[in-house]
T-cell receptor, first 109, second 114 residues
Framework: GQSLEQPSEVTAVEGAIVQINCTYQ??????LSWYQQHDGGAPTFLSY????GLEETGRFSSFLSRSDSYGYLLLQELQMKDSASYFC??????????FGKGTKLSVIP | SAVISQKPSRDICQRGTSLTIQCQVD?????MFWYRQQPGQSLTLIAT?????????ESGFVIDKFPISRPNLTFSTLTVSNMSPEDSSIYLC???????????FGPGTRLTVT
């Protein structure tokens, strides 16, 4: 089976940088994804890492270390609208996803 | 990208009844999935809806409780049968793009069982 660990809550100041970590255990691994979900909304895809290293998309970056079974999501220049829950997810094949429990990010002025 | 709609958006149902949730996609997709999410909790995959064959269920979910139909590449239904208050949750459908782990999610159906 698969299991993922990520912090339950993070608070950061507007304009700052925040890193949300995710460690995983899985019997098979194809890649690590990150999703954002605002309260009452649907999850939306942010990023995907299949290989080691950093992927950058605007203010968001995601990192993966396959040897450490570890990844993180980095959010820069935080804005109030970034307040949401962030989920890491792994796939072990056939595109089915197993999600972590989510990290609730609160951005404060 | 894909635009996904779900019906109903919310419902309140009595114990012992069944509810069928519809998921419509604006384009043909191969991969379609059904998830459950308790408010403030993670998403749990219920099953993969396969077009033309039986759905593939995850551990802990069975066809008698959650029958799924997938008559074509743009539509699927999930039925929550013989409901109990423990079935109160948000049910989401999603579609896979085939690119990495990217999935698009519908807006969800908020179900309350009394």
């Amino acid at each position: 089976g698969q299991s993922l660990e990520q912090p339950s809550e993070v608070t950061a100041v507007e304009g700052a940088i925040v890193q949300i970590n995710c460690t995983y255990q899985t019997s098979g691994f194809y890649g690590l994804s990150w999703y954002q979900q605002h309260d009452g909304g649907a999850p939306t895809f942010l990023s995907y890492n299949a290989l080691d290293g950093l992927e950058e998309t605007g203010r968001f970056s995601s990192f993966l270390s396959r040897s450490d079974s570890y990844g993180y999501l980095l959010l820069q220049e935080l804005q109030m609208k970034d307040s949401a829950s962030y989920f890491c997810a792994v796939s072990a094949g056939s595109y089915q996803l197993t999600f972590g429990k989510g990290t609730k990010l609160s951005v404060i002025p | 990208s894909a635009v996904i709609s779900q019906k109903p958006s919310r419902d309140i149902c009595q114990r012992g009844t069944s509810l069928t949730i519809q998921c419509q996609v604006d384009s043909q997709v191969t991969m379609m999935f059904w998830y459950r999410q308790q408010p403030g909790q993670s998403l749990t995959l219920i099953a993969t809806a396969n077009q033309g064959s039986e759905a593939t269920y995850e551990s802990g979910f069975v066809i008698d409780k959650f029958p799924i139909s997938r008559p074509n590449l743009t539509f699927s239904t999930l039925t929550v049968s013989n409901m109990s208050p423990e079935d109160s949750s948000i049910y989401l459908c999603s579609v896979g793009t085939g690119v990495g782990n990217e999935q698009y999610f519908g807006p969800g159906t908020r179900l309350t069982v009394t």
